[in-house]
């Protein structure tokens, strides 16, 4: 009796640190708006590259810069590459700013969509987190420049905003209040 006893509290022990580790995981990877920025900062520096289309529009490469220097001090050279530089996405985290479209690791993370602009609408952009293998891809993008500037100001303006979920929907203009939306 005795026996059977204990053998309940192990197996009972190894469930419970079983459920344990597996939510520990989980929060590890912070796959979830609610911790940024600290998915991509480690002790007050950024621990990323951030992604901007070669061929995007210059409001995405402010976008990136905004970005970058809200995260810490002054970033270092190297930290912003374009999509033509980076032969593997998945070696570290990363933050892509620009649809499909105009980046290519944006066009990568989403599957290749068949048609570049066909999860985006005008006035409106993402912020979407992606487990990137062992690493975590944010993609800030919007249907034209304007709407990805609307997203990366959120991010740059981060405290400002109850942020969560793995997806968020940005909505307005740039010279306007910002609507965000949860995307479930």
Known sequence: ???????????????????????SA?????????YYPKQF????LLNSIIIVGENAKTGDMIGAIDI?????????????????EINNIKEQ???????????IAAAEIMGYPAKC???FEPG???????????????????????DTTMACRVLVNYDDYELAGNEI??????????????VE
């Open 1 to 23: 009796m005795v026996i059977r006893k204990g053998i309940k509290n192990i197996i009972f022990f190894c469930i419970a640190a079983l459920v344990i580790l597996t939510a």
């Open 26 to 34: 989980l929060a590890i990877k912070n796959l979830d708006l609610e």
């Open 41 to 44: 900062v480690s002790e007050g």
């Open 68 to 84: 970058a220097t809200s995260l810490g001090p002054p970033f270092e050279l190297g930290l912003i590459v374009l999509d033509t």
């Open 93 to 103: 985290n990363i933050i892509i700013v620009g649809g499909p479209c105009v980046n």
């Open 117 to 119: 602009d066909q999860d």
């Open 124 to 146: 409106k952009a993402k912020i979407k987190l992606f487990d990137n293998r062992n690493n975590v891809a944010l993609l800030v993008a919007g249907y034209a420049v304007d």
């Open 169 to 182: 929907e940005v909505a307005g203009t740039v010279l306007d209040d910002f609507i965000i939306k949860r």
